[in-house]
């Protein structure tokens, strides 16, 4: 069968292909220590259930709005005020299936074939893919490690050609875990102004940071910025609530209708059970956040005490996020049982096969010289994972 050229310019998103092989691994009775999933691994929260019980109970089981119910949309304008100190307009909000459906819906309202995207690296896998599919082309900015990743002025303003029309932010960062500072945003949004560049803010960790660390939406530096920024956030990581499929986006009125005129020629509205879940998460007093914060620092800590202790592998603490980023540079060219490892894929093709634990390799993030490792599981598999991964390291020779 010949398929659209379209289709043959992305492929299946990686992280979800590699969760899938070890999920299949497991169903063989294997037992696999998965660091590779892409979300909690809490369950959704009973209070947001319950929502979602009373919804079905209630028959909230039509079509609704097809961006959103309007509690809903108030209350992500409340939470936007709340946070950032912006007050939006219901029509300037749209409700999707995921974060990720609304970057896509943005990207094809937005982007014409010729346009330039700037994304640093590395970045979430899909970003690529999303511009692409939208015939755009993707520009990658490359960050360093020894400068916690920041986006260094210079080097955007290189990436700027009369083609560039958006850049894209992902503060905290999957998957470095890096949240930009107050002094990078400023310097960016500077740039962003003076070139008129759309910026696309994917806030979706913005609740997992740590240390005391704050995460800034660039919509609260300016109000300058707001006619040109689309801030992108959803339930699915601060609340657990991946499968339920609840994102949305915030920003200029123009952008956002059309956005909302693409979906009711798609999806339609998203799960109206899902919408009334998502409005209890949205209207709770941030106690379940802090608990899995809470959680998810004492993990993170061991995690990366822990990667620090095997040979050739060194991790910086992230800010924010649940994924560790280790640095596996010192490993590559190393002999395993399997074969020499050159690449991150050789590693955790290795570590999946010989100590059956999952990671992600870093190449679909566009770093040749990272894994990526969740740290969201319980603490038995936290410490059985990082045991076996040990022993496999250092079995190299
Ligand atoms: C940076 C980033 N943005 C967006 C998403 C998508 O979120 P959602 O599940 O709400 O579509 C993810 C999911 O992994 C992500 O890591």
């Not at 499968?243 to 209708?257: E, F, L, S």
Request: proline fraction near 7%; hydrophobic fraction near 40%.
């Amino acid at each position: 069968m010949k398929l659209a050229a379209r289709i043959a310019r992305i492929g299946p998103s990686p992280t979800l292909h590699i969760t899938a092989t070890a999920k299949a691994m497991t169903s063989q009775g294997l037992d696999v220590v998965d660091f590779a999933a892409g979300e909690p691994a809490w369950d959704t929260p009973d209070f947001v259930k319950a929502a979602a019980k009373a919804a079905i109970d209630a028959g909230f089981t039509k079509y609704t709005p097809v961006g959103g119910i309007p509690e809903l949309k108030a209350a992500i304008v409340h939470k936007l005020a709340r946070d950032h100190g912006v007050q939006y307009d219901p029509s300037q909000i749209i409700v999707s299936c995921g974060a990720k459906h609304a970057l896509y819906n943005l990207a094809q309202v937005l982007f014409d074939p010729g346009d330039e995207v700037i994304i640093p690296a590395p970045y979430w896998v899909s970003y690529p893919e999303i511009v692409r599919l939208a015939d755009a082309t993707p520009v990658f900015l490359p960050t360093q490690e020894s400068m916690q990743y920041a986006i260094d002025p210079k080097a955007l303003e290189a990436c700027i050609t009369p083609q560039t029309k958006a850049l894209i932010l992902n503060s905290p960062c999957n998957p470095t875990g890096t949240l930009y500072t107050r002094q990078t945003l400023e310097a960016v949004a500077t740039i962003a102004l003076r070139h008129n560049l759309i910026i696309i803010s994917d806030e979706i960790y913005e609740t997992l940071v740590y240390d005391g660390a704050q995460h800034i939406s660039p919509i609260s530096l300016t109000p300058d910025l707001l006619a040109q920024t689309v801030v992108v956030n959803g339930v699915s990581k601060s609340f657990a609530m991946t499968g339920w499929r609840i994102g949305y986006a915030a920003g200029p009125q123009d952008i956002i209708t059309a956005m909302t005129h693409l979906q009711s020629q798609s999806t339609s509205n998203p799960s109206s059970i899902a919408q009334k879940a998502a409005l209890a998460a949205l209207q709770s007093d941030g106690t379940f956040c802090h608990t899995l914060v809470a959680d998810l620092i004492r993990k993170r800590d061991f995690m990366i005490q822990q990667l620090n202790t095997m040979p050739g592998i060194t991790c910086p603490l992230p800010s924010g996020t649940f994924y560790a980023f280790p640095n596996v540079s010192a490993l590559l060219g190393r002999e395993s049982r399997q074969g020499p490892l050159h690449t991150p894929s050789d590693l955790a093709t290795y570590l999946l096969h010989e100590a059956h634990v999952a990671c992600v390799p870093g190449e679909p993030f566009g770093a040749t010289q990272h894994l990526r490792l969740s740290y969201t599981g319980d603490w038995e598999v936290l410490k059985r994972g990082l045991a076996r991964m040990e022993a496999a390291i250092r079995a190299l020779t």
